[in-house]
């Protein structure tokens, strides 16, 4: 029994989310998985700046980090 919760705690520290850049406060993003095994149709959905997402088929985190001067992608300036 301790060396299942070992492995488990083992695997959560493992899972260090990807860090995605961004120009805007939010964009679209595909997860195709990992390789080999772990690869998965391309799964697209929107990442807010501030709102980590997890894939829903591979659990993989994303975090959005804005590079440019934020604000909405489709704002044309309006902030
Ligand atoms: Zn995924």
């Given at each position: ?49 501030g ?29």
């Amino acid at each position: 029994m301790t060396t299942w919760i070992v492995e488990v705690l083992i695997m959560v520290a493992m899972e260090t989310p990807a860090v995605i850049k961004s120009y805007y406060s939010k964009r679209i993003v595909g997860c195709p998985g990992g390789e080999g095994e772990d690869e998965h149709d391309v799964v697209w959905f929107w990442l807010e700046n501030g709102k980590p997402h997890e894939c829903p088929v591979c659990a993989q985190n994303f975090v959005l980090e804005v590079v440019g001067p934020g604000g909405p992608p489709d704002g044309h300036g309006r902030r």
